[in-house]
């Protein structure tokens, strides 16, 4: 039987933006903390088995935590305590619902 279903779902992704004081990849301090709140919330993620915590990117003034998985409002539920914990403002999360290349629905929460 041939079926038209990919033969894996699309992989769904959460989106972390932080702004940090200072302009650059912001201070020591700075990258420290976000650095122990990535490790937490990966260890919550995978203990959840909803997906990985894939790493950051810091410039410009701002991180970015980008996390993947299979239902991105899962991820997000686990990530989100540790999320909100850090510090810095602006925030916002972005849940993508779906393959970056695509044309999905993505949600903006403003933390």
């Known amino acids: 039987m041939v079926s038209d279903a990919p033969a ?12 940090l004081g200072g ?30 915590v894939d790493g950051n990117e810091f410039g410009g003034g701002e991180v970015v935590i980008f996390a993947y998985g299979p239902d991105a409002e899962a991820l997000y539920r686990v990530m989100e305590p540790d999320l909100r914990a850090l510090p810095f403002r602006p925030a916002h999360v972005v ?6 290349a695509d044309e999905v629905v993505r949600v903006r929460i403003d933390l």
């Open 8 to 19: 894996t779902p699309p992989e769904h992704s959460v989106i972390a933006r932080f702004r």
């Open 23 to 52: 302009g650059g990849f912001g201070d020591a301090d700075q990258r420290a903390v976000v650095r122990e709140a990535e490790r937490t919330m990966a260890d919550a993620v995978r203990a959840a088995g909803v997906g990985d």
């Open 95 to 100: 849940l993508r619902y779906g393959e970056a």
